[in-house]
């Protein structure tokens, strides 16, 4: 049985993005006591990825050494298609890589035992222990951004599918619509993704728009191709939310990434939408996420004080930002 964790106990946790890097030291509430943000590499190809995720993680135990801290374990959460119980990275077109066994490279790189875990599903379980979602045993947590993806908790529990559970931006509400990366037509991340949205915009009405957000701004004034292009989008995450919904039944969909930065001008109108497309079926309460950016490194702090046989203790508030950073 693992020793109890003593107050100079911390976790790393890391969560790696397509773009950029968020890592924090971890105490045993969630609190982060340092933080570290940085970019990704993966312009300089998959290699260059796996070598800035290990700098990362060595840095943040240098640190922790520094502060007196003693480490018990580290959780990474990446893109993609994770398998978690082998510790691979299966796929992953923003980053590149391909059947890798990364929790193991890392485990080489640094000497430090990593739980590798799936960046969304990671901010499902976080959102779920101390965030939109507390006390939720059936959820669904969906952040919209560049892409849409999903954690699907049941019981309490996330569902994994090998890695290929929640890729709830490839169902398709269109069929015969526009082409997917994915190589299928009509997928919801086709209209109602972040960049799908800006894009969409910017094709009907010959004017460039600062993303999603600079629609939102139009819809808020009213701007007719703005308003039929948010519609548009907001009609086709109700459809998806709807299948899932009639599959899944969640008592709650928490809806976040970029786009839940919308607010209410996304929150209630896709709320009254899901509702109008449910009959029989359990009609989930649909809110927007607590914890933002910080959902993916915090369930990553979960996994890792998970690893170490030890419960975090979050103490039920937003967890506060103390210490310093990591440069």
Not at 68 to 97: C, K, M
Not at 146 to 157: E, K, N, S, W, Y
Not at 218 to 229: E, H, S
Not at 276 to 298: E, I, K, M
């Amino acid at each position: 049985m693992p020793d109890a964790p003593a107050a100079s106990d911390c976790v790393i946790a890391l969560d790696v993005g397509g773009t950029g890097m968020k890592g924090a030291l971890l105490d045993r509430t969630l609190a982060p006591l340092t933080t570290l943000r940085r970019p990704t590499q993966r312009t300089s190809g998959p290699d260059a990825v796996v070598d800035a995720i290990a700098a990362a993680l060595c840095d943040l135990r240098e640190d922790a050494a520094a502060r007196g801290l003693t480490v018990r374990s580290a959780g990474a959460v990446v893109p993609g298609i994770v398998d978690e119980a082998a510790g691979h990275a299966v796929f992953s077109a923003n980053i590149g890589w391909s059947g890798l066994p990364l929790a193991a490279l890392l485990w080489d790189a640094t000497g430090l035992p990593v739980t590798l875990g799936h960046d969304v599903r990671a901010g499902g379980i976080a959102e779920c222990r101390i965030g939109a979602a507390q006390g939720a045993l059936d959820a669904l947590f969906v952040p919209v951004g560049t892409g849409i993806a999903a954690a699907i908790l049941c019981d309490g529990r996330p569902v994994r599918g090998l890695g290929h559970a929640g890729e709830l931006g490839h169902v398709v509400v269109e069929p015969g619509g526009v082409p997917c990366a994915c190589g299928a037509r009509g997928c919801l991340e086709t209209i109602a993704s972040a960049a799908a949205i800006a894009a969409a915009y910017t094709e009907r009405s010959g004017r460039p728009v600062d993303g999603a957000a600079g629609v939102a701004a139009l819809v808020v004034r009213r701007d007719p191709v703005a308003v039929a292009v948010w519609n548009r989008a907001v009609d086709a995450l109700a459809s998806a939310l709807a299948t899932f919904s009639t599959l899944l039944a969640p008592e709650l969909v928490v809806v976040g990434g970029g786009l839940a930065e919308a607010g209410d001008l996304l929150i209630e109108p896709l709320r009254a939408r899901l509702e109008d497309r449910l009959t029989f079926q359990r009609r989930p309460g649909v809110v927007r996420a607590r914890l933002g950016d910080r959902a993916g490194c915090l369930g990553a702090g979960i996994l890792a004080w998970e690893a170490a046989g030890s419960e975090p203790w979050p103490d039920g508030t937003t967890p506060r930002t103390v210490g310093a950073t990591v440069p």
